[in-house]
């Protein structure tokens, strides 16, 4: 599976962007497809999931900003990000889980997921 990641950039607060991911694959309508990110000397984090392309789940700080979607026709899953804030700043990455074998418990777990996209850099100004 090859992940390619795009649409980062630099935003004002409160602006907004959108993120996509596109996969190969044949069977991407039942990957489990997840967004984290990892700001500069920090840890990765999670950010999004679409869980076995029909439940989406987010981190308590991008609930009601941040929105995960899919377009099964073109492989891709996006990641409409609102009212970005500077704490926001970080290299998100992309992730997949083509079997959708992660449990929900590990599914924000990075070390869960054996497939990366290479990231791209969302940096929101003050």
């Known amino acids: 599976v090859q992940l390619q990641a795009s649409g980062g950039g630099l935003v004002q607060s409160g602006g907004s962007l959108t993120l996509s991911c596109a996969a190969s694959?044949?069977?991407?309508?039942?990957?489990?497809m997840a967004w984290f990110r990892q700001a500069p000397g920090k840890e990765r984090t999670f950010v999004s999931a679409?869980?076995?392309?029909?439940?989406?789940h987010y981190a308590d700080s991008v609930k009601g900003r941040f929105t995960i979607s899919r377009d099964t026709a073109k492989n891709t899953v996006y990641l409409q990000m609102n009212s970005l804030k500077p704490d926001d700043t970080a290299v998100y990455y992309c992730?997949?889980?083509?079997?959708?074998?992660?449990?929900?418990?590990?599914?924000?777990?990075?070390?869960?997921?054996?497939?990366w996209g290479q990231g791209t850099l969302v940096t929101v100004s003050s």
């Open positions: 694959g044949r069977t991407f309508s039942q990957y489990t």
């Open positions: 992730a997949a889980d083509p079997g959708g074998r992660i449990i929900l418990s590990s599914l924000t777990n990075p070390s869960a997921y054996n497939y």
């Open positions: 679409f869980r076995r392309g029909s439940t989406t």
